[in-house]
């Protein structure tokens, strides 16, 4: 999908859905290095399409508050945990939280619900999310462009990464409904 596969993806991923950044980008930056993509292209591909899944964060954090993370937060990958650590920066750093969470795993994406729960100036949460993603897509995409022909050597290592997820997404489900099961007896 070329660039749109690599937005479309930064937004999955930036709307707290576990499509890890680690693996677009640098994917992308494959592409970059064969000649399919230009580089800046794909780099601004990861950052609009990040800034707007963030975006979709925002209003989500703005619009159903903290309640509504507690009740629905599971189902998108959003445990108590990361909830607290990302309120623990916004409260420390401020506004500039979201800027310098953009360059953390992790918290990069979940820092979006504590700014739209606190109302952040739209503006700026949309102006930090940008620039602090910018440096992001940049690393990752050169990352992947140089790895260039090594791609393919690494290739079956995300193959075994890909049985790995399906174990664990297999085991997942098997005891969210052995919990279920249990619980009605």
Known sequence: M???GVGIGMAIESANVPLPSEVIL???GYLVYAGRLDFWGTVMAGTVGGTLGSIGSYYLGSKGGR???HKYGRYIGISERKLVLADYWFA???EATVFFT???PIVRTFISLPA???RMNFKKFVIYTFLGSLPWSILLVYVGYALGQNWQAIKPWFHRLDLLVAALLGMLLLYYFWGKIKGKR
């Open 67 to 69: 309640p509504f993370l």
């Open 2 to 4: 070329g660039y749109w």
């Open 92 to 94: 420390r750093y401020g």
């Open 102 to 104: 953009r360059l953390l």
């Open 116 to 118: 739209g729960i606190a």
């Open 26 to 28: 640098p994917f992308g």
